[in-house]
T-cell receptor, first 116, second 112 residues
Framework: EAGVAQSPRYKIIEKRQSVAFWCNPISGHATLYWYQQILGQGPKLLIQFQNNGVVDDSQLPKDRFSAERLKGVDSTLKIQPAKLEDSAVYLC??????????????FGPGTRLLVL | GESVGLHLPTLSVQEGDNSIINCAYSNSASDYFIWYKQESGKGPQFIIDIRSNMDKRQGQRVTVLLNKTVKHLSLQIAATQPGDSAVYFCAENIQGAQKLVFGQGTRLTINP
């Protein structure tokens, strides 16, 4: 079974530029998550989708971050404009269902973003 | 702030010894807990999970213990191997939300 795929793996941009990350979840997984992981910290949830609907985006900085999952499969996360503090690893994860209870989330390799 | 934390940021053990990684959580409503292993340059990898109606669960070389009275979670790794070197995170699910909150992580290093 293929895992969660993400691209690009690395990205270097200058502040105020825009950037987009792509995620393809495990086949059949209805729930998709985007996390931000700053160096030395645990992942922090940015947004959670159930199929193509947003379940939780309470921690997404909506003035500069946006995400979509139009067909309920792939997802993109965009930052526009980027700030220095956005330098982090952006992780995508997926889980089979959303039940309101605990479901195992499987993570992709992440995209490492450096904002100069 | 985060409701899940770890007692120690680093842990060094001898190869072949058992490792114990601890985690404290503060949300009594959490109903599901997961341990993840993260190697350098990779995403977190699922190790083992436990639900709040259990106090112990065993996997291959790993055991998770849950003490709800003191809100404490631990991961025990038997016969630690060089490949176990990584950062270990505990994460808790907020009941009803399916929202994982991660702790800061513990870096496990194996001495030969």
């Amino acid at each position: 079974e293929a895992g969660v795929a993400q691209s690009p793996r690395y990205k270097i941009i200058e502040k105020r530029q825009s950037v987009a990350f792509w995620c393809n979840p495990i086949s059949g997984h209805a729930t998709l998550y985007w996390y931000q992981q700053i160096l030395g910290q645990g992942p922090k949830l940015l947004i959670q989708f159930q199929n193509n609907g947003v379940v939780d985006d309470s921690q997404l900085p909506k003035d500069r971050f946006s995400a979509e999952r139009l067909k309920g499969v792939d997802s993109t996360l965009k930052i526009q404009p980027a700030k220095l503090e956005d330098s982090a690893v952006y992780l995508c994860a997926s889980s089979l269902v959303w039940s309101g209870g605990g479901e195992t989330q499987y993570f992709g390799p992440g995209t490492r973003l450096l904002v100069l | 702030g985060e409701s899940v934390g770890l007692h120690l940021p680093t842990l060094s053990v001898q190869e072949g010894d058992n490792s114990i990684i601890n985690c404290a959580y503060s949300n009594s409503a959490s109903d599901y807990f997961i341990w993840y292993k993260q190697e350098s340059g990779k995403g977190p990898q699922f190790i083992i999970d436990i639900r709040s109606n259990m106090d112990k669960r065993q996997g291959q070389r790993v055991t998770v213990l849950l003490n709800k009275t003191v809100k404490h979670l631990s991961l025990q790794i038997a016969a630690t191997q060089p490949g176990d070197s990584a950062v270990y995170f505990c994460a808790e699910n907020i009941q009803g939300a399916q929202k994982l909150v991660f702790g800061q992580g513990t870096r496990l290093t194996i001495n030969p």
